[in-house]
């Protein structure tokens, strides 16, 4: 059984109980390290989570090494033009906001635009595809 996106997790977190998010946040990473390995992309997914809340909590550090713990598994083991790998960059770009690290955000910012833009041509092109084969 996988935990990646626990639901418990997030409803800590919408209630201001992050001491009890951050527990179950680190006991399903703990979890799904054992189960999938920590390089599993997947991983990414609770590392992002865990980044988040620590971002909401002004532990811009921390939140800053576990979203780059994130990037590092989705550069080495999924497309880096993915849709989840461009998430993971807008959250590390709005904590680069949030330290008024206005360039790094930009660049971040910029690389997310460009994912964006290839995965809605690619999508463009497979319905032009289909719709020239009917």
């Known amino acids: 059984m996988l935990f990646l996106d626990d639901p418990l997790a997030q409803v800590y977190v919408d209630q201001g109980n992050y001491e009890e998010a951050e527990q179950l946040f680190q006991h399903v990473l703990s979890i799904e390290e054992v189960l999938l390995g920590s390089k599993d992309p997947k991983i990414a997914i609770v590392l992002s989570n865990l980044a988040k809340l620590r971002r909401s909590q002004v532990r811009f550090e921390e939140a800053e090494q576990l979203y780059k713990r ?63 084969q009917e």
């Open 70 to 132: 994130a990037l590092e598994i989705q550069e080495n083991a999924i497309d880096n033009d993915s849709p989840s790998m461009a998430i993971t960059l807008e959250q590390m770009a709005q904590l680069y906001h949030l330290q008024s690290k206005n360039e790094e955000a930009e660049q971040l910012y910029r690389r997310v635009l460009s994912i964006q833009e290839k995965v809605l041509n690619a999508s463009n092109k497979e319905l032009r595809n289909r719709h020239s």
